[in-house]
Protein backbone atom coordinates (compact mmCIF):
# COMPACT_ATOMS: atom_id res chain seq x y z
CA UNK A 1 0.00 0.00 0.00
CA UNK A 2 1.43 3.33 -1.09
CA UNK A 3 1.95 6.03 2.05
CA UNK A 4 0.43 8.43 0.58
CA UNK A 5 -3.15 6.38 0.89
CA UNK A 6 -2.51 5.45 4.21
CA UNK A 7 -1.84 8.93 5.52
CA UNK A 8 -4.51 10.19 3.68
CA UNK A 9 -6.98 7.30 5.15
CA UNK A 10 -4.80 7.65 8.92
CA UNK A 11 -6.27 11.47 8.49
CA UNK A 12 -9.75 11.02 7.60
CA UNK A 13 -10.55 8.33 10.02
CA UNK A 14 -8.83 10.93 12.45
CA UNK A 15 -10.84 13.95 11.99
CA UNK A 16 -14.05 11.24 11.83
CA UNK A 17 -12.92 9.89 15.60
CA UNK A 18 -12.58 13.72 16.80
CA UNK A 19 -15.21 14.89 15.10
CA UNK A 20 -17.04 11.82 16.93
CA UNK A 21 -15.40 12.81 20.19
CA UNK A 22 -16.61 16.39 19.94
CA UNK A 23 -20.24 15.34 19.46
CA UNK A 24 -20.06 12.66 22.56
CA UNK A 25 -18.47 15.79 24.90
CA UNK A 26 -21.26 18.00 23.44
CA UNK A 27 -24.05 15.73 24.31
CA UNK A 28 -22.76 15.98 27.91
CA UNK A 29 -21.39 19.22 28.63
CA UNK A 30 -23.68 22.31 28.21
CA UNK A 31 -21.78 25.14 26.55
CA UNK A 32 -21.78 28.01 28.89
CA UNK A 33 -22.68 25.77 32.08
CA UNK A 34 -20.52 22.87 32.29
CA UNK A 35 -17.63 21.63 30.64
CA UNK A 36 -14.51 23.53 29.42
CA UNK A 37 -15.56 25.82 26.42
CA UNK A 38 -13.92 28.96 25.27
CA UNK A 39 -15.75 32.45 24.68
CA UNK A 40 -15.89 34.56 21.44
CA UNK A 41 -12.50 36.91 21.35
CA UNK A 42 -14.95 39.08 19.01
CA UNK A 43 -17.40 39.52 21.49
CA UNK A 44 -15.30 39.70 24.01
CA UNK A 45 -13.54 42.94 22.68
CA UNK A 46 -16.16 44.73 20.69
CA UNK A 47 -19.39 43.50 22.11
CA UNK A 48 -20.76 42.37 18.68
CA UNK A 49 -21.23 39.39 16.92
CA UNK A 50 -19.59 37.69 15.13
CA UNK A 51 -20.89 35.43 12.37
CA UNK A 52 -19.63 32.15 14.79
CA UNK A 53 -21.12 32.99 17.57
CA UNK A 54 -23.64 30.33 19.19
CA UNK A 55 -22.02 27.53 16.71
CA UNK A 56 -21.33 25.61 20.41
CA UNK A 57 -24.69 26.15 21.57
CA UNK A 58 -25.89 25.34 18.39
CA UNK A 59 -23.89 21.77 17.79
CA UNK A 60 -24.92 21.08 21.39
CA UNK A 61 -28.48 21.97 20.43
CA UNK A 62 -28.44 19.15 17.26
CA UNK A 63 -26.58 16.57 19.22
CA UNK A 64 -29.73 16.81 21.20
CA UNK A 65 -32.17 16.46 18.18
CA UNK A 66 -33.38 20.12 18.86
CA UNK A 67 -33.30 21.21 14.87
CA UNK A 68 -35.43 24.71 15.96
CA UNK A 69 -33.06 25.80 18.70
CA UNK A 70 -30.06 24.98 17.38
CA UNK A 71 -31.27 27.12 14.44
CA UNK A 72 -32.18 30.35 16.51
CA UNK A 73 -28.62 30.58 17.93
CA UNK A 74 -26.74 30.29 14.29
CA UNK A 75 -29.11 30.12 11.56
CA UNK A 76 -25.55 29.97 9.41
CA UNK A 77 -24.25 27.06 11.35
CA UNK A 78 -27.74 24.75 10.69
CA UNK A 79 -28.14 25.93 6.86
CA UNK A 80 -24.48 25.21 5.86
CA UNK A 81 -23.55 21.85 8.66
CA UNK A 82 -25.31 19.37 5.68
CA UNK A 83 -22.94 20.78 3.02
CA UNK A 84 -19.77 20.55 4.92
CA UNK A 85 -21.01 17.25 6.53
CA UNK A 86 -21.34 16.06 2.38
CA UNK A 87 -18.18 17.70 0.98
CA UNK A 88 -16.58 15.56 4.05
CA UNK A 89 -18.06 12.66 3.38
CA UNK A 90 -17.77 12.76 -0.13
CA UNK A 91 -14.25 13.31 0.40
CA UNK A 92 -13.78 10.29 2.64
CA UNK A 93 -15.02 8.36 0.40
CA UNK A 94 -13.12 8.95 -2.08
CA UNK A 95 -10.12 8.25 0.00
CA UNK A 96 -11.23 5.13 1.56
CA UNK A 97 -12.28 3.84 -2.23
CA UNK A 98 -8.36 4.50 -3.28
CA UNK A 99 -9.56 7.20 -5.83
CA UNK A 100 -7.61 10.63 -5.72
CA UNK A 101 -10.32 13.03 -5.03
CA UNK A 102 -10.72 15.93 -7.38
CA UNK A 103 -8.91 19.10 -6.92
CA UNK A 104 -11.04 22.26 -5.48
CA UNK A 105 -11.23 24.68 -8.12
CA UNK A 106 -14.29 26.10 -6.53
CA UNK A 107 -15.16 29.40 -9.11
CA UNK A 108 -14.20 32.89 -7.94
CA UNK A 109 -17.56 33.71 -8.20
CA UNK A 110 -18.55 31.16 -5.59
CA UNK A 111 -16.10 32.07 -3.49
CA UNK A 112 -17.14 35.53 -3.87
CA UNK A 113 -20.73 34.47 -3.14
CA UNK A 114 -20.03 32.78 0.29
CA UNK A 115 -17.72 36.02 1.13
CA UNK A 116 -21.02 38.07 1.04
CA UNK A 117 -23.54 35.80 2.56
CA UNK A 118 -21.09 35.62 5.52
CA UNK A 119 -20.60 39.13 5.54
CA UNK A 120 -24.25 39.95 5.54
CA UNK A 121 -25.05 37.68 7.91
CA UNK A 122 -22.12 39.23 9.87
CA UNK A 123 -23.65 42.46 9.46
CA UNK A 124 -27.30 41.55 9.78
CA UNK A 125 -27.35 39.55 13.49
CA UNK A 126 -25.91 42.96 14.67
CA UNK A 127 -28.30 45.02 13.87
CA UNK A 128 -31.63 45.54 15.87
CA UNK A 129 -33.90 43.69 13.46
CA UNK A 130 -32.24 40.68 14.00
CA UNK A 131 -34.70 38.16 15.30
CA UNK A 132 -32.78 35.12 16.87
CA UNK A 133 -30.64 35.20 19.55
CA UNK A 134 -27.41 36.02 19.95
Known amino acids: MNHGLMYRRVTVAGIWLLLGLGAIYLYVFEPGKTGFFLGCPF ?17 HQLVHGHLEAAFFL ?61
Open 43 to 59: RFFTGLTCPGCGTTRAL
Open 74 to 134: NPLLVVSLPLIFFAFARHSAYVFAQKTPRPNALPAAYIYALFFVVLSFWIFRNTPCYPFVS
